[in-house]
T-cell receptor, first 113, second 113 residues
Framework: DQQVKQNSPSLSVQEGRISILNCDYT??????FLWYKKYPAEGPTFLIS?????DKNEDGRFTVFLNKSAKHLSLHIVPSQPGDSAVYFC????????????FGKGMKLTVNP | KAGVTQTPRYLIKTRGQQVTLSCSPI?????VSWYQQTPGQGLQFLFE???????NKGNFPGRFSGRQFSNSRSEMNVSTLELGDSALYLC????????????FGSGTRLTVV
């Protein structure tokens, strides 16, 4: 039973264009969502997060949108850069402060120069 | 400020053996979580320790165990290794309260032959 789904395993975009990474979840108890970026042979690095009380959070080139009614969130990267090429994981945390992050399977983003 | 340190970085073991992995969290962080990453499965939660107590546990067999010491350092043990245990094992530390984010180590790459 996969509670956090990243249905597209990969995405390829041109440098300078927008990258849109999608994530769906099934558990309505999730109230905090995070995106992590991972390079090979390294641990995931925190990118951006959003609380369920918001529908948008922006940090530089990265914006996360949350649609609670659709149980859907997306990460927008504008403009995309070759250094953004990595595997991106969507993660969710439940209510009550449970220190258990539930991750999606990840999506490989390739930004072509 | 030092990050999360995992040792060793790489490990090769034989089926049936046991292995112990170590994680030193960021100073002041009291929560340590362990994840297993395998190709195509994303990051799967193993367990989380907070103040030397296991607070959450994922759906892994009893061969996987862990503990946390008074200085918050954590160890993870896998007994009777199987080929399918080959994976990247990641440790993440956090202050222990909700929505404070998690910092990951670089992981231990375990290969079972």
């Amino acid at each position: 039973d996969q509670q956090v789904k990243q249905n597209s395993p990969s995405l390829s975009v041109q440098e300078g264009r927008i990258s849109i990474l999608n994530c769906d979840y099934t558990n309505s108890m999730f109230d905090y969502f995070l995106w992590y970026k991972k390079y090979p042979a390294e641990g995931p690095t925190f990118l951006i997060s959003i609380s369920s009380i918001k529908d948008k959070n922006e940090d530089g080139r990265f914006t996360v949108f949350l649609n609670k009614s659709a149980k859907h969130l997306s990460l927008h990267i504008v403009p995309s850069q070759p250094g953004d090429s990595a595997v991106y994981f969507c993660a969710a945390e439940g209510q009550g402060g449970s220190e258990k992050l539930v991750f999606g399977k990840g999506m490989k983003l390739t930004v072509n120069p | 400020k030092a990050g999360v340190t995992q040792t060793p970085r790489y490990l090769i073991k034989t089926r049936g053996q046991q292995v112990t992995l170590s994680c030193s969290p960021i100073s002041g962080h009291r929560s340590v979580s362990w994840y297993q990453q395998t190709p195509g499965q994303g990051l799967q939660f193993l367990f989380e320790y907070f103040s030397e107590t296991q607070r959450n546990k994922g759906n892994f067999p009893g061969r996987f165990s862990g503990r946390q010491f008074s200085n918050s350092r954590s160890e993870m043990n896998v007994s009777t290794l199987e080929l399918g245990d080959s994976a990247l094992y990641l440790c993440a530390s956090s202050p222990g309260a909700a929505n404070y984010g998690y910092t990951f180590g670089s992981g231990t790459r375990l290969t079972v032959v």
